[in-house]
């Protein structure tokens, strides 16, 4: 049972690349999330998926798409990177409920240069 | 604007002694109340919660006491060890939305020395 897997680990991009950030959970949530942790910020929300289907934007949507390719798998899109962006990214999950936390993955530390 | 804000950036206390941190939330709405414990390199790991129904959870060696009329819980812990030396989140969820929308404060490094 790996829980919340996200993959890469670590990636370097140059201003203005691509890429897609990936997670999968194997604990059958329906709820799946993004945040971004910065220095001195906390966590904060980027996108997050109800349920299979749906997805809705968080704090801090801009620059980024995400996509809910099935329950298990949640991904987050960078079209154009910017140096802003240079963080290290949490996906989550969890069972909507009113007594029930989020499972986090190990996280993605972004660097754009 | 922040709605949850974790004032002290650290903490150091001595290994037995007890560690206290802190955390104060300004919406009214938010019902339920989660403390997250992470280590350099990996992600946040739930450690406890409480609903607003309660003024006290209590977990091991870990209590955390919520005084709704001041806005204002705190995370207890009762003896501190090494190994619980980490960043501390607190975390609140507001009435009536999905799960994942938790609002998080900035963090509290806690330093626990032998």
């Known amino acids: 049972n790996a829980g919340v897997t996200q993959t890469p680990k670590f990636q370097v991009l140059k201003t203005g690349q691509s890429m897609t950030l990936q997670c999968a959970q194997d604990?059958?949530?329906?709820?799946m999330y993004w945040y971004r942790q910065d220095p001195g910020m906390g966590l904060r929300l980027i996108y997050y998926?109800?349920?299979?289907?749906?997805?809705d934007k968080g704090e801090v949507p801009n620059g980024y798409n995400v996509s809910r390719l099935n329950k298990r798998e949640f991904s987050l899109r960078l079209e154009s990177a910017a140096p802003s962006q240079t963080s290290v990214y949490f996906c989550?999950?969890?069972?909507?409920?009113?007594?029930?936390?989020?499972?986090f993955g190990q996280g993605t530390r972004l660097t754009v240069v | 604007d922040q709605q949850v804000k974790q004032n002290s950036p650290s903490l150091s206390v001595q290994e037995g002694r007890i560690s206290i941190l802190n955390c104060d939330y300004t919406?009214?709405?938010?019902?339920?109340f989660l403390w997250y414990k992470k280590y350099p390199a990996e992600g946040p790991t739930f450690l406890i919660s409480?609903?607003?129904?309660?003024d006290k959870n209590e977990d091991g060696r870990f209590t955390v006491f919520l005084n709704k009329s001041a806005k204002h819980l705190s995370l207890h812990i009762v003896p501190s060890q090494p190994g619980d030396s980490a960043v501390y989140f607190c975390a609140a969820r507001r009435r009536g939305s999905t799960l994942g929308r938790l609002y998080f404060g900035r963090g509290t490094q806690l330093t626990v020395w032998p």
């Open positions: 998926s109800a349920s299979e289907g749906t997805t």
């Open positions: 919406n009214s709405m938010f019902d339920y």
């Open positions: 409480i609903s607003s129904i309660k």
């Open positions: 604990m059958n949530h329906n709820s």
């Open positions: 989550a999950s969890g069972e909507q409920g009113m007594n029930t936390e989020a499972f």
